[in-house]
């Protein structure tokens, strides 16, 4: 039986790996965190019978006691009550289903007390991977990807000589506007970019998706997550999203995990590694496949991707006001307040006024993250 804790259970990457819990019947639930959504909570907490659950705000935590009153359930709420479900003594792993810079510390606090990482929450290392990588080596815990592209790049690795890793190739669908001119994606509704080809996934990411700057996020984590140069990591646009990532070797070969787009085989990966467990999802069938293709991205027209390179090469603390910016344009977009293409220009005016600080702590992380959160125009 392997212990696990949740943070984000009721987002898309929680639900599916309830989902995983609930089919394979030998993972136990000890704690759960969530958002605003107590009522999927209430019924996850009921289901599951973990030990400890925790929601953002504390009148949503007080509704929420008075209906589990029946229950020995704890419920707690804010940051103090995602650290107390990220520790909780009996868990093993901590799925970082959570999103946005609000899952560092809890997943800080994780490592500390000796808890592998199910790492789903890429702005834990894009904005705190020279805090993260060193801190989960000192403690001797794992990080295992849970992303698509991540954890294809981790599988491929699997048995190979890590210093004969030459380049990672790092896959992306490329969103609904694959093949637009600039001119044509000007003046893209809210609708059309929520229009994911592939992929079901939350409403911040299927917009990342689109504008590529999700793609940006994840060069910046596989640096960390893999231990490799910038020049290492090529995107590659690859429409059918069946080669979820792959790596190349000093001899030239070239090692990929393809399957089809389901996120619940990286979850299951991740929750059972090294084995691997059979699934119920479908099979990629070349025969109907009929071909694979393979594109370099366009970032004239999807310039996020160039300016999480320059990020990432700069360091310090330019890939939080990268993250932190995007998910300001990001909001400002689905309020109708900028349009879809002028996101990354939020961001590249938010990255040119920062001064950077070349080693920040995570107070530097969060302090820089506020002052760009609290930002409406440039």
């Known amino acids: 039986m392997r212990n696990i804790a949740i943070i984000g259970s009721t987002g898309s990457i929680g639900t599916q790996t309830l989902e995983i819990v609930r089919k394979e019947k030998d993972i136990r639930v000890t704690a759960l965190a969530a958002g605003r959504n107590i009522d999927l909570l209430e019924a996850q907490v009921r289901e599951f019978k973990p030990v400890l659950c925790s929601c953002l705000d504390e009148e949503d935590a007080k ?3 008075t209906r589990l009153i029946d229950t020995d359930v704890r419920v707690l709420s804010g940051m103090d009550g995602l650290i107390e479900v990220s520790v909780e003594p009996e868990s093993e792993i901590l799925v970082t289903g959570i999103v946005g810079m609000i899952g560092i510390r809890p997943t800080i606090a994780a490592i500390e007390a000796g808890k592998d990482i199910a790492l789903a929450n890429k702005e834990t290392l894009v904005c705190a991977g020279h805090i993260i990588m060193p801190l989960a080596a000192k403690r001797g815990v794992s990080i295992l990807p849970v992303d698509s592209e991540h954890s294809a790049i981790f599988q491929s690795l699997q048995g190979q000589p890590r210093k004969r890793l030459e380049k990672i190739l790092l896959t992306a669908s490329g969103g609904p506007f694959r093949g637009r001119t600039a001119e044509e994606i000007r003046n893209v509704s809210l609708e059309d970019t ?3 080809p592939n ?4 409403r911040k990411v299927t917009i990342d998706s689109a504008s590529l700057c999700n793609k940006g996020l994840e060069v910046m984590e596989a640096r960390w997550l893999f231990d490799v140069d910038l020049d290492q990591i090529e995107v590659v646009i690859h429409p059918q999203s069946i080669v979820h990532s792959a790596v190349q070797y000093a001899d030239g070969a070239m090692i990929a995990q393809l399957g089809v787009p389901d996120m619940k085989l990286p979850i299951q990966y991740a929750l059972y590694y090294p084995d691997r467990r059979p699934m119920d999802a479908g099979r990629v069938d ?19 991707l160039k300016l999480a390179y320059e990020a990432a090469r700069r360091g310090g603390s330019l890939p939080t006001v990268f993250n932190a910016a995007n998910e300001v344009a990001v909001r400002l977009f689905t309020d109708g307040r900028i349009g879809f293409a002028e996101i990354p220009d939020f961001i590249g005016e938010c990255m040119s006024r920062h001064t950077v600080m070349d080693d920040p702590g995570v107070d530097d ?5 506020a002052e760009i959160a609290g930002r409406t125009a440039v």
Request: glycine share 6%; proline share 6%.
């Open 63 to 65: 509704t929420l006691r």
């Open 194 to 196: 929520l229009h994911h």
């Open 199 to 202: 992929w079901t996934m939350g």
């Open 286 to 304: 070349l025969f109907k496949l009929h071909e694979l293709t393979f594109e370099k991205p366009d970032t004239d027209v999807f310039p996020g």
């Open 365 to 369: 992380i969060l302090a820089v993250e």
